[in-house]
């Protein structure tokens, strides 16, 4: 029997949630969303989020309630074991990544480093 590998990253119920509202908004209804990692900011790199229009070929795709984001594979050694919130207050609104593998981040939290 082989060992199931337990996603690259989990969603909160409020990611979920937000998820969902993003992706019935589109129309055509988008396959998912897909999480990637730039090279950019501060600490040299940074999380995005797009549409998928369609599964992206070699992403690894996690579903969560009938939420699927894809993962690039590229980023995958960036974000495993990452949990992905969504949290609104007086001056911010998004997804918030918390990311073990993370060693620190910049002054504004744009960007991090591992």
């Known amino acids: 029997m082989a060992l199931q590998r337990p996603a690259p ?19 055509p209804q988008p396959a998912g969303l897909r999480l990637s990692v730039d090279t950019r900011g501060c ?16 992403d690894e ?3 969560t309630e009938g939420v699927r984001i894809f993962v690039d594979p590229m980023a995958i050694m960036f974000v495993l074991g990452t949990e992905v919130d ?29």
């Open 9 to 27: 990253i989990t969603l909160t119920d409020a990611a979920i949630a937000h998820a969902k509202g993003l992706l019935a908004r589109r129309d």
């Open 61 to 63: 795709a996690v579903e």
């Open 86 to 114: 969504y949290r609104e207050d007086t001056f911010h609104s998004g997804f918030v990544f918390s990311n073990p593998l993370e060693k620190g981040r910049c002054g504004c939290g744009e960007s991090f480093h591992i």
């Open 43 to 58: 600490s040299g790199l940074s999380y995005r989020i797009d549409y998928a229009e369609e599964a992206p070929a070699g």
